[in-house]
């Protein structure tokens, strides 16, 4: 028998704008215990240095979380050179330091040229890629490197913001790329590029597929909601499921069509994309899930909502 879970059945998205010095994981289970939620995940890790867009899933909302791990990011960092870490940002310990007094913006600007596009990236030890099981991260705690396999990332945009000159120059760039990136990584390449050492000294997730800073909440204000008792108010910041499939092409099912695909059927549907993944909806506008495109051109269930009745 399964083990039934204590707390309230909460679906939808929450996004979160989480604070420096919390690990996604602490974040998640902080904002779980507000709600009061029987079940929730996030969507990828931002490591504790990092502060900005988290989307938190609540329930059946778990089901697309994989879909938001696959999309796009974009970040706001502060590179520092002349100082190189073991992590690759400001949380590691100083493993080089050397004057980078003599760099200046337009060099910068001419180095980000390479890294735009497709290109090549071996991950940090300190990423959370594992190997034979286990986190390179806590590998590398114990003091073990190992080979790791250049991985191919998309970015799709690298721009010099600011630029501050100095023994430890400081640039501050947007960085707009595919899964899989380390922004750590792109800090260090970019200054071995350069000539010096460098790190990530400051990292803000602006938008995590379709969700953007500017829908974030902090954790104050959602403690303030609860410490006022207004569990509805908590309740309304939760987005519909839908909106991480915001990307894919919808397919509206009739009424015998969206039981059959309940059932695990793949159906038949008119006018319905070629190929691919699609948010399947039933004529009310209810979200069923994902389906996909099959060879015939009926659509398959993969990954199906349960609603409460």
Do not use: W
């Not at 959602?222 to 839908?242: F, H, K, N, S, V």
């Not at 948010?279 to 269930?301: F, K």
């Amino acid at each position: 028998m399964a083990r039934r879970r204590h707390g309230r059945p909460l679906s939808g998205i929450l996004v979160l704008d989480k604070p420096p010095g919390l690990s996604s994981n602490r974040a998640l289970q902080r904002v779980k215990g507000l709600y009061r939620a029987a079940k929730a995940g996030h969507t990828g890790s931002l490591d504790p240095l990092a502060t900005g867009v988290l989307p938190l899933c609540f329930g059946e909302a778990t089901k697309v979380s994989q879909y938001l791990l696959e999309a796009d990011k974009v970040y706001e960092s502060t590179f520092t050179f002349g100082v190189s870490t073991d992590t690759g940002d400001a949380e590691g310990t100083e493993t080089g330091r050397s004057d980078a007094g003599a760099l200046a913006a337009a060099e910068v600007e001419a180095a980000l040229v390479p890294f735009r596009g497709e290109i090549e990236q071996v991950p940090s030890m300190f990423s959370a890629i594992k190997q034979g099981g286990r986190p390179l991260y806590e590998l590398a705690r114990q003091g073990v490197e190992v080979e790791r396999k250049a991985r191919r990332i998309t970015v799709h945009a690298f721009e010099l913001l600011a630029f501050r000159p100095g023994e430890q120059a400081e640039a501050d760039v947007r960085v707009h790329c595919s899964k899989g990136t380390y922004v750590r990584s792109l800090a260090e390449d970019l200054g071995a590029a350069l000539g010096y050492g460098a790190h990530v000294s400051r990292l803000r997730r602006l938008q995590s597929g379709p969700f953007r800073i500017e829908q974030a909440l902090t954790l104050e204000a959602l403690q303030a909601l609860r410490d006022a008792g207004d569990e509805a108010a908590l309740d309304r910041q939760l987005l519909p499921a839908e909106l991480a499939l915001a990307d894919m092409p919808l397919v509206t099912l009739s009424e015998s069509a969206g039981f059959y695909l309940r059932q695990g059927q793949a159906v038949l549907v008119p006018n319905a994309p070629c190929d691919g993944m699609v948010r399947v909806a039933a004529q009310s506008g209810e979200l069923l899930g994902v389906g996909e495109i099959l060879d015939d051109g009926r659509v398959a269930p993969r990954r199906l909502m349960v609603t409460r009745r």
